[in-house]
């Protein structure tokens, strides 16, 4: 085990898909000595760097909210060339530092501004984890769902530019959606460039149904690398789901001007 409480990090170069299991722990917290792997499977990566691994055993003071609660933190770092990828993620826990009811908590990532929930823990193995295209904190957060569930993110490169499609399970209290975009995957909202003035507004209208939508980023630059979050937006709130990994690729040109 390396005990990584400290300042210093455990580093991993990856130089294509893979995983790995980074042994870390800690010696502090009042409790002695706790064994608390990581593990990184990169199942994308177009850019080949380092990956930084640390814990840290007390609670993480931005993400603590909920009554139910992990006194444990993961700080996961991209070194500068690490670039463009697709991580799942698995991190497991001391039994010691569960607070509250272990199988209601949930399992995310904390970059700085916004929790990202990752899904419940699993109490059988003592873990929670999930896929991200970024790196940060990951520890446990709100465990109540977002007033907006959405289904079948994704994007893919057409003639006209990055597509965008997402579906609702149900859309009470929603107004719309407003598509952001970035280059950099942990750009703060503040940071991110909106490219939906005016809102694509709810289907539903506040009811008990499910609805599609779809937008087209046909601004973006070929073979530039981008990220894109949706913001949906309620009588009352906001949520951002994302980012989600989207190019496009200027091959498509030609098609487009037979
Ligand atoms: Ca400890």
Redesign the pocket.
């Known amino acids: 085990m390396v005990a990584t409480d400290g300042s210093g990090e455990l580093r991993k170069e990856f130089s294509g898909p893979g995983s790995f299991t980074f042994p870390v722990g800690?010696?502090?917290?009042?409790?002695?000595?706790?064994y608390t792997p990581a593990t990184l499977n990169f199942t994308a990566l177009r850019q080949a760097g380092y990956a930084g691994m640390r814990v840290v055993?007390a609670v993480h003071t931005d993400a603590s909210t909920a009554p139910d609660f992990l006194s444990r933190y993961w700080t996961v770092t991209a070194g500068s060339l690490l670039n463009g990828f697709t991580a799942q993620t698995t991190f497991k826990y001391d039994p010691?530092d569960v607070n509250g009811v272990e199988s209601e908590i949930m399992g995310g990532k904390w970059n700085g501004d916004a929790f990202t929930k990752l899904g419940l823990v699993d109490p059988a193995t003592h873990t929670f984890g999930g896929a991200v295209t970024s790196f940060s904190d990951f520890t446990s957060g709100p465990s109540t769902p977002p007033a907006v569930t959405l289904e079948d993110m994704g994007t893919s490169a057409t003639p006209g530019g990055v597509s965008l499609k997402w579906t609702t399970a149900q859309e009470i209290d929603l107004v719309g959606f407003q598509v952001y975009r970035a280059t950099n995957p942990d750009a703060l909202p503040a940071e991110r460039e909106l490219l939906t003035p005016a809102p694509i507004l709810a289907q539903g209208a506040g009811q008990m149904e499910e609805a599609s939508y779809a937008y087209m980023d046909a601004t973006a630059a070929p073979k530039q690398v981008y990220y894109y979050w949706l913001k949906a937006i309620y009588t009352s709130g906001a949520d951002f789901f994302g980012p989600l990994l989207g190019q496009w690729n200027a091959l498509y040109l030609p098609l487009l001007r037979r």
Not at 26 to 34: F, I, L, M
């Open positions: 800690d010696n502090t917290g009042g409790d002695g000595a706790q055993d010691s």
